[in-house]
C-alpha cells in the first residue's frame, strides 16, 4: 500500500524559504489517478490545503498562499516538494504531505507530518 | 471559497453512546463532495468517510455520514474506546478545498 514520508528542516528563520519533500512508497508517483497535495495545521488548530501538483507538473494552489508557494514533483525519484518563501512565524506547522483522488479530492493516505517552526 | 463551521467544538460521551457531529458550509457543496477524517494526538488525518455518505476502506460500519447540499452529519453509533479523536469535515466541491475547525470527541 501506498505510504508517503516528509522530509526537510525542521527550524526555518523569519524571511526565509521553506523547502519539504514527501516521498512516496509502494505505488508510482506517476499514476495517471491522483494528485499529490501538501496540508498544514498549525498547533492546536485546523487544517489548511496548501496546494496539489498532478504527475504532468501541473498545479493548483490556495490563493491564500499562491504568492509564496512552489509545488514541484520528480517522477525518478517518486518524490514531490513544497517551497514557501518570506516565512513568518504564521507559517509555523505540521506540515502533511497525501495522496488526493483525481475525481474524489479528498485525502488518503496521509504522511506522518513534520513540524516546521519559523524562528530566528 | 466555502467556510464549514462544525458543532459542536467539543461532544462529552460515554462508550457505548451515540455521537452525532454537524458539519454546516456557507454555500452550497457541489455534488455532496464532502468528505469526513478521524485524527488522534500526534497523528495524521484518517479518511472515514467521502462523497458524503461513503465508507473508506477498512472504516468500521458504526460511522455513517449523511446530509446533503449545506448541511452534513457524522454519526458513530455507539463509541469504542478508540473512538475519542478530532474529526475533521473537508469539501472538495468548490476549490480551495476547505476543512472545518473541528470537533473533540472527549470521554465524558
Known amino acids: 500500500q501506498v505510504q508517503l514520508q516528509e522530509s526537510g528542516p525542521g527550524l526555518v528563520k523569519p524571511s526565509q524559504t521553506l523547502s519539504l519533500t514527501c516521498s512516496v512508497s509502494?505505488?508510482?508517483?506517476?499514476?495517471?489517478?491522483?494528485?499529490w497535495s501538501w496540508i498544514r495545521q498549525p498547533a492546536g488548530k485546523g487544517l489548511e490545503w496548501i496546494g496539489r501538483?498532478?504527475?504532468?507538473?501541473?498545479?493548483n494552489y490556495n490563493p491564500s498562499l499562491k504568492s509564496r508557494v512552489t509545488i514541484s514533483v520528480d517522477t525518478s525519484k517518486n518524490q514531490f516538494s513544497l517551497t514557501l518563501s518570506s516565512v513568518t512565524a504564521a507559517d509555523t506547522a505540521v506540515y502533511y504531505c497525501?495522496?488526493?483522488?483525481?475525481?474524489?479530492?479528498?485525502?488518503?493516505?496521509w504522511g506522518q507530518g513534520t513540524l516546521v517552526t519559523v524562528s530566528s | 471559497e466555502i467556510v464549514l463551521t462544525q458543532s459542536p467544538g467539543t461532544l462529552s460521551l460515554s462508550p457505548g453512546e451515540r455521537g452525532t457531529l454537524s458539519c454546516r458550509a456557507s454555500q452550497s457543496v457541489s455534488s455532496n463532495y464532502l468528505a469526513w477524517y478521524q485524527q488522534k494526538p500526534g497523528q495524521a488525518p484518517r479518511l472515514l468517510i467521502y462523497g458524503a455518505s461513503s465508507r473508506a476502506t477498512g472504516i468500521p460500519d458504526r460511522f455513517s455520514g449523511s446530509g446533503s447540499g449545506t448541511d452534513f452529519t457524522l454519526t458513530i453509533s455507539r463509541l469504542e474506546p478508540e473512538d475519542f479523536a478530532v474529526y475533521y469535515c473537508q469539501q472538495y466541491g468548490s476549490s480551495p478545498w476547505t476543512f472545518g475547525q473541528g470537533t473533540k470527541v472527549e470521554i465524558k
Open positions: 501538483i498532478y504527475t504532468s507538473g501541473s498545479t
Open positions: 509502494g505505488g508510482s508517483i506517476s499514476s495517471a489517478n491522483y494528485y
Open positions: 497525501a495522496r488526493e483522488g483525481l475525481t474524489l479530492n479528498c485525502f488518503d493516505p
